[in-house]
Structures are given as C-alpha cells and as structure tokens.
C-alpha cells in the first residue's frame, strides 16, 4: 500500500513563501498522480495543485493559486513539492498530500473521491 508523508508546514506572514514536500513510497506503477488538497476551518476540503508522475507531467493549479504556486516532483528522492509565494490568509488551511491511479489528464477537477491514498495532512496558517 502506498504511503505518503507531507512536511513543511507552518506559520507565515501574508506575502511569505512556504515550501511543502510529499515524500512518496508503495506505488505500485509509474501511471498515477500526485498533489494537494487543503481543507481551511469550517469549508470543504479542496483541491489545490497537481502533478503526473508519467513522463507527461501534466500539471493542475486551482485558480486562485496560479501564478504564486509551483508543483514539482523529484523522481530521484519520490518527493513532490509545493512552493507557495505570497501566501494570503485564503490560503490557509491543512494541505493534505493524496494519490490517484486515475490521469490527471481525464479529470476536470480531481476531487477527493478520486484519490487512492492520502498523507496525514500539514497545517499551513497565514496571518496578516
């Protein structure tokens, strides 16, 4: 079964950067993908950013994050990283690291439902 570890969580001054990882183990082929959720107090949990393990490396970036996160992966270390730029108080919440065996490519938006395993999550708080 696959496991998936988040670091790199914290507290943040809005207009700070964080840098998430996902280190990543179990999988049974090369045919899934990798990203975060997060869930803020009180909301749904939603999706955030993503990225195909393949060679294709399809990306997904949630609107409100475009331009200020980047998602990575590190074949050599199974890691997948987030870096988060000019954070806000929006972005604050629990980034839950999750895996699918689905593509990336067939999913408007992944949803929860979608997802094969799932990390223990990381909180990140940003304050103003």
């Known amino acids: 079964e696959a496991q998936l570890v988040e670091s790199g969580g914290g507290s943040v001054q809005a207009g700070g950067s964080l840098r998430l990882s996902c280190a990543v183990s179990g999988f049974l082929s090369a045919d899934y993908f990798i990203g975060w959720f997060r869930q803020a107090p009180g909301k749904e949990r939603e999706a955030v950013s993503f990225i195909s393990v393949d060679d294709d490396g399809t990306t997904y970036y949630e609107d409100s994050v475009k331009g200020r996160f980047t998602i990575s992966r590190d074949s050599s270390k199974n890691t997948v990283y987030l870096q988060m730029n000019n954070l806000n108080r929006e972005d604050t919440g629990v980034y839950y690291c999750?895996?699918?065996?689905?593509?990336?490519?067939?999913?408007?938006?992944?949803?929860?439902?979608?997802?094969?395993?799932w990390g223990k999550g990381t909180l990140v708080t940003v304050s103003s």
């Open positions: 999750a895996g699918s065996y689905l593509r990336l490519d067939t999913l408007l938006v992944p949803a929860p439902a979608n997802m094969d395993y």
